[in-house]
């Protein structure tokens, strides 16, 4: 009997039972193994701006308010190294952390599974995809009262075309309706269930695409799409790895603030900092902003205290010293550096010596002595570069050159520190306001230079966030004021800089 679908003129159509989901699960799928990286390791455990790139991308979910539950699917033989990072970083939404399957679909069956029955919102992430923001989260999450299936995706830059088997091309889509696919992709528990239960009867059966599952074996249900990002790369290839770590770099532009004053100083009351460049300049302004907020601060400097930053036994000293007063040193920070302007083919070997010395092999001094004490506190060493690290330049070529080494010795040192819990960090200035500066390069136009105090300030913030193997970059922001530099003493005088005592 066939059955009668009529609908009276006078009925109600039926309206769907309001979505009403139990818990919001993030799947982190982290199957892949490497191949195409040439790793002995799969990808996801690959180091990026100082952590495991499954670490950044679990730290995104973890801290999100709108996720529950987060479960991870490894790659086989790889779990505990997984479970590992998961405990170290104390993850708090982590529930399982279980074996992936051979395959993109066997992986998903699986994490079904271990998302048990009932209403749940379920969210698919690549877990080499560590920049996904926080934002895209959120309106995943959010169109899923709406749509029972959710991707993410950004417009295509490229033009696509379509070819045949001997590379000819067929067709050229229009660009404008093309997009390319991102994750997470989002969606209502019994969708996703459904769709893969009826593509168990296929037995030509092959997903890399979640989304695509439902598009094909429930082509009646509108699949949602929001805006991705750029940023949110899938680290596939070499370049990839070199890529999400500028983005990273740039992602970390500014730290956290606090705030208000009680806030920094809950942060700060009763930690020791040790300042190698602090008799004025940003060094001088971290030191004041730190002791305003209850920090023991202990400045060293050529000029205030005699302390040489490129000779091992003055570095010793002055850590000696902090020690000695508070029983404890939280926050090593290294402003020291000097600039000297010239050709290098005309430069004395005496200058190079010095620049040497001071640009690179005191921050080298300075992070070995720092390591025992920095250990005990879980600490950070905090660097400064130059915007000229990123390009050499002339007249300054040792100067630059020198700016440039302190980057990748911050990176390798966040690498090397990780196992003991100490970070590193650079911060970036654009160019600064400071006597040093002014002394190298003449009166400048105030509204192109930053002050001080707000390097000094972001230089706080860093000190007391969690952030470990990044350079952060401090610019000005519009209309703020710069304020008159505060000449240094006599003893200072005769160094070029950029903002930072001789040390």
Same mark, same amino acid.
């Given at each position: 009997m066939t059955q009668d679908h009529t609908t009276a003129p006078d009925a109600t159509p039926e309206t769907p039972a309001p979505w009403r989901p139990s818990r919001t699960v993030a799947v982190v799928l982290a199957g892949g193994t490497g191949t195409r990286l040439g790793l002995g390791i799969p990808k =996801?455990?690959?180091?990026?701006?100082?952590?495991?790139?499954?670490?950044?991308?679990?730290?995104?979910?973890?801290?999100?308010? $709108?996720?529950?539950?987060?479960?991870?699917?490894? @790659?086989?033989?790889?779990?505990?190294?997984?479970? =590992?990072?998961?405990?170290?970083?104390?993850?708090?939404?982590?529930?399982?952390?279980?074996?992936?399957?051979?395959?993109?679909?066997?992986?998903?069956?699986?994490?079904?599974?271990?998302?048990? $029955?009932?209403?749940?919102?379920?969210?698919?992430?690549?877990?080499?995809?560590?920049?996904?923001?926080?934002?895209?989260?959120?309106?995943?999450?959010?169109?899923?009262?709406?749509?029972?299936?959710?991707?993410?995706?950004?417009?295509?830059?490229?033009?696509?075309?379509?070819?045949? #088997?001997? #590379?000819?091309?067929?067709?050229?889509?229009?660009?404008?309706?093309?997009?390319?696919?991102?994750?997470?992709?989002?969606?209502?528990?019994?969708?996703?269930?459904?769709?893969?239960?009826?593509? #168990?009867?296929?037995?030509?059966?092959?997903?890399?695409?979640?989304?695509?599952?439902?598009?094909?074996?429930?082509?009646?249900?509108?699949?949602?799409?929001?805006?991705?990002?750029?940023?949110?790369?899938?680290?596939?290839?070499?370049?990839?790895?070199?890529?999400?770590?500028?983005?990273? =770099?740039?992602?970390?532009? =500014?730290?956290?603030?606090?705030?208000?004053?009680?806030?920094?100083?809950?942060?700060? @009351?009763?930690?020791?900092?040790?300042?190698?460049?602090?008799?004025?300049?940003?060094?001088?302004?971290?030191? #004041?902003?730190?002791?305003?907020?209850g920090a023991q601060v202990f400045p060293f400097s050529r000029s205030s205290t005699g302390t040489h930053v490129e000779r091992a036994g003055d570095v010793e000293a002055a850590l000696k010293t902090a020690f000695e007063a508070t029983g404890r040193i939280d926050h090593v920070v290294v402003t020291a550096g000097i600039l000297e302007k010239g050709s290098l083919a005309e430069m004395d070997q005496e200058t190079m010596d010095r620049v040497l010395q001071v640009n690179f092999v005191g921050p080298v001094i300075a992070a070995r002595q720092s390591l025992p004490y920095l250990q005990q506190t879980k600490g950070q060493l905090l660097l400064y570069t130059s915007s000229s690290y990123t390009r050499g330049r002339a007249q300054y070529a040792l100067y630059s050159s020198t700016k440039a080494a302190l980057v990748n010795l911050t990176q390798a040192l966040a690498d090397e520190w990780a196992e003991f819990g100490v970070r590193v960090n650079c911060i970036n200035p654009e160019r600064t306001a400071t006597p040093m500066r002014t002394k190298a390069f003449g009166e400048e136009p105030e509204h192109t230079l930053l002050a001080a105090e707000t390097v000094a300030q972001s230089s706080l913030d860093v000190l007391i966030s969690d952030l470990t193997g990044q350079v952060i970059d401090v610019r000005r922001a519009p209309g703020e004021p710069v304020p008159v530099p505060a000449q240094p003493t006599a003893a200072g005088q005769g160094r070029l800089g950029t903002g930072v005592d001789a040390g």
């Open positions: =996801q455990l690959l180091k990026i701006a100082g952590k495991p790139i499954i670490e950044h991308t679990l730290a995104v979910f973890d801290a999100a308010p $709108e996720i529950d539950e987060i479960i991870v699917l490894m @790659a086989t033989g790889h779990v505990a190294d997984a479970q =590992q990072i998961v405990d170290k970083a104390g993850f708090r939404k982590v529930s399982k952390v279980i074996e992936g399957g051979d395959t993109r679909n066997a992986t998903t069956r699986i994490a079904l599974d271990a998302v048990g $029955e009932g209403d749940v919102n379920i969210l698919f992430h690549d877990a080499v995809r560590p920049l996904v923001s926080a934002r895209i989260v959120r309106e995943c999450i959010n169109a899923l009262w709406t749509y029972a299936a959710v991707d993410v995706a950004i417009p295509s830059a490229d033009t696509i075309i379509q070819v045949d #088997e001997n #590379e000819c091309i067929t067709d050229i889509p229009v660009r404008a309706t093309l997009r390319r696919g991102q994750t997470p992709q989002a969606f209502r528990s019994g969708t996703i269930r459904e769709a893969y239960r009826r593509a #168990e009867g296929d037995p030509n059966f092959a997903a890399t695409d979640d989304c695509g599952v439902v598009l094909r074996y429930l082509p009646g249900t509108p699949i949602k799409v929001i805006d991705g990002s750029d940023e949110n790369i899938k680290v596939t290839h070499p370049v990839d790895v070199h890529l999400a770590d500028k983005l990273f =770099q740039l992602a970390a532009a =500014q730290a956290p603030r606090l705030t208000d004053h009680r806030s920094y100083t809950e942060e700060l @009351a009763g930690r020791t900092i040790v300042i190698f460049g602090g008799s004025y300049g940003i060094g001088h302004d971290l030191a #004041e902003l730190a002791r305003r907020y």
